[in-house]
């Protein structure tokens, strides 16, 4: 009886703080339908990866057209287009990350350095703006920017680094260092944001204790703050290395394909997913590009388990 009133007692608490909090949970619960409607229904439509659909047959189709088993996952792997999608994927993705991947954490560690708050409050507003800039805005900025007679290419030429205007945007010798640099552009300040807030949460006291062992700026930084942030750091880590078929940190990849590749760089700018969008929408091979779509998802569920299982080992941090 005690052990059954000790249960009950415990389960009014719960809901006792849940009405107490139903303002915030209403919030929760929002998202939670939204995740549902959007996320989890839809992942019934992937069942026609392994059927021969066809639109016309609607959404009864889904069930009633013939299965083909792994016929199209095979078609995907023996396409000719296969290697080159993989190679120009996981390039791009990979140049993000050991680019942009650092970038916030230096950057967070040094504007938390800064201690005038207007300037401080200044440069984290005016970095993490360009994060909510479309990428369509973006491209379109960067035709104006990159042109024969944009002011990249008249600087370059002023300046005699360059003899004739480079073809930014069609070259394919250029197209990544575009995309990684516009990238690092736009999501640094975004993700400094994270590692800022992961920053505030260590105790001031470590520093008092630090300053009065007579330990440098720098010695803070790298015996204090790194390593108190080392969770967050495991998590971001993970997180983009789940999604490095999809764009590494930024998970930008398709929005920059989409907008700034053309037929000149199509060699090094056409990858998984706009290769899924081209075949899936424009030819109308809906099963097909479900099971291209598919083979990428669960590679990077695979990488999120293989990253966090070998970040348990090595540092203790995982992200479950």
């Known amino acids: 009886m005690g052990k059954g009133k000790k249960e009950k007692g415990y389960s009014g608490q719960i809901m006792e703080m849940f009405w107490k909090q139903r303002a915030l949970q209403m919030f929760v619960l929002a998202g939670v339908?939204?995740?549902?409607?959007?996320?989890?229904?839809?992942?019934?439509?992937?069942?026609?990866?392994?059927?021969?659909?066809?639109?016309?047959?609607?959404?009864a189709g889904m069930f009633t057209s013939k299965w083909v088993g792994f016929k199209y996952f095979q078609e995907f792997f023996t396409d000719?287009?296969?290697?080159?999608?993989?190679?120009?994927?996981?390039?791009?993705?990979?140049?993000?990350l050991i680019f942009s991947f650092p970038l916030p954490i230096i950057f967070a560690?040094?504007?938390?350095?800064?201690?005038?708050?207007?300037?401080?409050?200044?440069?984290?507003t005016t970095s993490y703006l360009p994060y909510f800039i479309s990428?369509?805005?973006v491209s379109g900025l960067l035709r104006i920017l990159a042109a024969d007679t944009g002011i990249i290419n008249t600087v370059l030429l002023s300046l005699n680094i360059i003899k004739q205007p480079m073809e930014l945007l069609t070259s394919p010798q250029y197209f990544y260092t575009v995309a990684v640099v516009t990238a690092m552009w736009k999501d640094t300040g975004w993700w400094?944001?994270?590692?800022?807030?992961?920053?505030?949460?260590?105790?001031?006291?470590?520093?008092?204790?630090?300053?009065?062992?007579?330990?440098?700026?720098?010695?803070?930084?790298r015996y204090i703050t790194i390593p108190c942030i080392a969770g967050t750091i495991t998590v971001?880590?993970?997180?983009?290395?789940?999604?490095?078929?999809?764009?590494?940190?930024?998970?930008?990849?398709?929005?920059?394909?989409y907008l700034l590749g053309n037929s000149g760089n199509m060699e090094v700018s056409d990858i998984i997913q706009t290769y899924v969008m081209r075949v899936g929408l424009s030819n109308a091979r809906y099963s097909y590009a479900t099971a291209v779509g598919m083979f990428q998802s669960v590679i990077s569920v695979t990488l999120v388990y293989i990253s966090n299982f070998v970040s348990k080992k090595i540092s203790g941090n995982g992200l479950f």
């Open 33 to 59: 339908i939204y995740i549902f409607i959007f996320n989890y229904i839809p992942m019934v439509g992937l069942i026609i990866g392994f059927k021969d659909y066809k639109i016309t047959s609607g959404l």
């Open 80 to 96: 000719y287009k296969f290697g080159q999608l993989m190679k120009n994927t996981l390039v791009l993705s990979v140049l993000k």
């Open 109 to 124: 560690v040094m504007l938390n350095e800064v201690k005038n708050k207007k300037v401080k409050k200044f440069i984290q």
């Open 135 to 137: 990428w369509v805005i």
């Open 192 to 221: 400094t944001i994270v590692f800022l807030a992961a920053i505030t949460g260590i105790d001031p006291s470590l520093y008092e204790a630090a300053s009065i062992d007579g330990a440098t700026r720098l010695q803070k930084m």
């Open 236 to 257: 971001v880590l993970i997180m983009a290395l789940g999604n490095l078929l999809g764009g590494g940190l930024s998970g930008s990849n398709f929005e920059q394909c």
